[in-house]
């Protein structure tokens, strides 16, 4: 009788922590879903378009994002159905651009599937606390064909 019930206690816990990690992975991708704008971008080139010796990093920030960037900060709309779209906007407050996609969360990494304007896979370790979002990954930044360039970004979320 004493087995039945410590496998009884067993089972319930096992399903406990089951419970927990998937109220916790459903409530990760809940704390993302609404309308975020980009409010820091950090990229540090390892080498810049494959050239040794050519290591460089930029910080933009939101006092700056406009003089450097020649344009408004990105928002990026995450939704319930797991589509994502990212618009970009001229000085005047104008679309100009739209990249859209499906998303994903596994733990404390964001899948996002690019489908426009290219199919494209990228994923970032995605932190979401108080409003505000951190995204970390490796990247092809400079375009060439090495994924070696540090990207870092923050947004805050803003609908």
Wanted: charged share 20%; glycine share 6%; proline share 1%.
């Amino acid at each position: 009788m004493k087995t039945m019930y410590k496998i009884y206690l067993l089972l319930l816990l096992i399903v406990g922590v089951l419970l927990a990690c998937q109220t916790k992975q459903a409530s990760q991708k809940d704390s993302l879903i609404g309308t975020w704008q980009n409010t820091l971008l950090k990229v540090e080139l390892k080498s810049y378009q494959g050239v040794a010796g050519k290591d460089s990093s930029f910080v933009i920030t939101q006092q700056n994002w406009e003089d450097m960037l020649k344009m408004k900060p990105i928002k990026t709309n995450y939704s319930a159905d797991s589509t994502w779209q990212s618009t970009y906007f001229d000085l005047s407050g104008k679309a100009t651009s739209v990249t859209s996609g499906k998303w994903w969360q596994s733990g404390d990494t964001l899948w996002a599937h690019t489908q426009i304007p290219k199919d494209e896979l990228n994923f970032y370790l995605c932190q979401v606390k108080d409003n505000k979002a951190t995204f970390k990954t490796t990247i092809d930044w400079d375009g060439d064909g090495v994924a070696d360039d540090l990207y870092y970004g923050e947004q805050e979320l803003v609908e």
